[in-house]
T-cell receptor
């Protein structure tokens, strides 16, 4: 089942903060966050695992609430380069045949 | 440099023609994936493969076919049976320290 992302879009001025959420109706093993610029490939930002482990870019902050099956991506002191569409991909279990199911994305625009 | 390459970047085809999209990786990853991206839809899984000579259907496999004869290569054929093939196609592989998916630059297919 596709995770639900919110908000669908957000507009910020440079220096402002934003939170992007990703919710699942099923228990998750991991949540993967990506940012995609128009016409380009998604770029990996962070992975959050069941049990609290996180791997990814040091400047990116995120959380994973296992009780709610919800992950949040925190973008603080936003820069122009943060603009793009953010996707979460969820993994129900980790095995040799695991796949990610992606949300529809959250479009972020940072203006000067 | 390690990475994923896709070719061509832009592809035009006439209705009724089959077309093959290339995906090559030198990351030594076992798992490879094909996604289709349409505006506002996020990424939808077409096919995936965990090992050579083995692959599984994703959520929208109808009208597509794949092969995995080599670990490095996972080509996707869009057949004439695919009713609405115009889209942005992304190839990914999974592995590494973060055990997440890494994407190629994509191929934009337009059916004329």
């Amino acid at each position: 089942q596709q995770p639900v992302q919110s908000p669908q879009a957000v507009i910020l001025r440079e220096g402002e903060d934003a939170v992007i959420n990703c919710s699942s109706s099923k228990a998750l093993y991991s949540v993967h966050w990506y940012r995609q610029k128009h016409g380009e490939a998604p770029v990996f930002l962070m992975i959050l695992l069941k049990g609290g482990e996180q791997k990814g870019h040091e400047k990116i902050s995120a959380s994973f609430n296992e009780k709610k099956q919800q992950s949040s991506l925190y973008l603080t002191a936003s820069q122009l380069s943060y603009s793009g569409t953010y996707f979460c991909g969820t993994e129900l279990s980790h095995s040799g045949y695991s796949t990610l199911t992606f949300g529809k994305g959250t479009m972020l625009l940072v203006s000067p | 440099d390690g990475g994923i390459t896709q070719s061509p970047k832009y592809l035009f085809r006439k209705e009724g023609q089959n077309v093959t999209l290339s995906c090559e990786q030198n990351l030594n990853h076992d798992a490879m994936y094909w996604y289709r991206q349409d505006p506002g839809q996020g990424l939808r899984l077409i096919y995936y493969s965990q090992i050579v000579n083995d692959f599984q259907k994703g959520d929208i496999a109808e009208g597509y076919s794949v092969s995995r004869e080599k670990k490095e290569s996972f080509p996707l054929t869009v057949t004439s049976a695919q009713k609405n093939p115009t889209a942005f196609y992304l190839c990914a592989s999974m592995g590494g320290v973060t055990d997440t998916q890494y994407f190629g630059p994509g191929t934009r297919l337009t059916v004329l």
